[in-house]
């Protein structure tokens, strides 16, 4: 059954989902925007492109057409604000990574979904927001809350998660039954299967890092569950902590069990060495699984097992990948609106899943575990998630890149004690963060 035709029998019997034409009879809530054409701004990444018949049935379905822009996602921030930044944009809907939300919104560049919502005439009775996975919505798609990105009774909604992710553990049972060794929960296991498997001459766990962003993302993965932050809660760096040196130094390990050439990889490169079997591990994006079943990427397919991210001082795993909102200066809000509802309702998700994609709702997730072994796993994962996994504040760029980013290599790439390399790099972020602002009443207040 056509999604279409779904709403329609939903509809039905459902008064308040109900537009009376004159004359008493049902109207179809997509006639009034038969015939707009929607411009979407999306990543060249393969969640988007599997979306692409997914896309043509809303246009079968709607009568609206939708033209996609894609560009490679490193560069689509610039384009986005360059386009959202005029007095009337191309753009109609736009993916961002959740990373840029903040940014969108304190430049006044997106439209709150809340006007939306409050519309009975484009509203779904059906789409049932709550079963969308609480982590990605509030990861990706709210801001203003607690400390400008976290939930909280000030924030507000501006987009819906599309290419959603958090992390999980994928290993080799094979490898694992070989070397008799048990799939670990903590994360003092998972340093002790690193340790066994180099002793076996077997590359462990494969990771990201590159200079840059790719290595901070790789350190992140430990910092979360190892107890560490970035920030205290007054906004004071704390990138040279206990917990965040220890990160650190896990990253140190993973670089010298891990396969050759980490400090040069990127994602793409550290998921092929495990889909190549260069390494016994892969911690990172549930992306993972669905590459290991793809004959094109994969030599490990029917040997992969996935489990938990480890557990240290607490549980907490990524989040992260894109969401999808509307610019404020987009001419086409309302039909936006009905392609972002349709995209991430809960029978979009399902086709999602068929296509290839990720879902992002429990209910899928739990209704798909038969051929989706990973399934379970990402649904037992997501309370865990944590929305603070990296702050989400303009700044981030800056300091992902040119300080952590920076720091971090000589962490992977040298034997210099890490203690020191951590403290400079908090120097300089306090440095960024004074400039920027964040310690002003703070000053203020000491001074009265």
Request: with cysteine; hydrophobic share 40%; proline share 6%.
């Amino acid at each position: 059954m056509t999604i279409l035709r779904h709403m329609k029998s939903m509809m039905a019997g459902t008064a308040l989902a109900t537009i009376v034409a004159a004359g008493g009879a049902l109207a179809n809530p997509y006639e009034p925007y038969e015939g707009t054409t929607l411009v979407v701004s999306w990543p060249s990444l393969s969640h988007f492109t599997f979306a692409e018949e997914l896309v043509e049935e809303f246009t079968e379905e709607t009568g609206i057409n939708v033209e996609i822009d894609y560009i490679q996602y490193l560069s689509m921030r610039d384009r986005q604000l360059l386009e959202m930044s005029r007095p009337e944009g191309e753009y109609d809907v736009v993916a961002w990574v959740v990373m840029w939300k903040g940014e969108y919104v304190s430049r006044g560049l997106l439209t709150p979904l809340s006007q939306f919502f409050t519309n009975p005439a484009i509203v779904d009775p059906d789409f049932d927001i709550d079963d969308i996975a609480d982590a990605y919505l509030q990861n990706g798609g709210v801001v203003g809350g607690e400390r400008g990105y976290l939930p909280g009774v000030s924030g507000a909604l501006y987009g819906l998660p599309f290419g959603a992710e958090t992390s999980i553990l994928a290993y080799r049972k094979d490898i694992f039954e070989e070397q008799g060794i048990e799939v670990p929960t903590t994360y003092d296991e998972l340093r002790a299967a690193m340790a066994a498997l180099d002793e076996a001459g077997i590359p462990a766990l494969t990771s990201r890092g590159a200079t840059g962003h790719q290595v901070t993302a790789a350190w992140l993965m430990h910092l979360a569950p190892l107890g560490g932050k970035i920030f205290d809660e007054a906004w004071n760096p704390v990138v040279n902590s206990p917990e965040a040196v220890e990160a650190a130094q896990v990253m140190r390990e993973v670089a010298q069990t891990g396969p050759d050439g980490i400090p040069t990889f990127g994602f793409g490169d550290a998921a092929a060495a495990f889909l190549q079997g260069d390494a016994a591990m892969h911690l990172d994006t549930l992306k993972i699984a669905a590459m290991s079943r793809n004959p094109d990427l994969s030599t490990i397919d029917g040997n992969v097992g996935y489990a938990l991210h480890p557990v240290g001082s607490r549980c907490g795993s990524e989040t992260g990948g894109f969401a999808m909102g509307i610019p404020a200066n987009s001419p086409n809000q309302e039909a936006a609106f009905l392609f972002l509802q349709y995209m991430t309702s809960k029978q979009g998700d399902q086709r999602m899943v068929e296509l290839g994609g990720d879902p992002v709702r429990i209910s899928t997730l739990e209704a798909n575990t038969e051929g989706f072994d990973e399934y379970p796993v990402v649904a037992e994962q997501l309370p865990c998630a944590d929305p603070d996994w990296r702050p989400l504040i303009p700044e981030w760029n800056e300091l992902n890149i040119d300080v952590l980013g920076q720091a971090l290599t000589k962490v992977i790439t040298t034997d210099d004690p890490i203690q020191p390399i951590m403290d400079e790099a908090n120097e300089q972020i306090r440095a960024i963060m004074e400039r920027e602002g964040y310690y002003k009443w703070a000053d203020y207040r000491a001074g009265e």
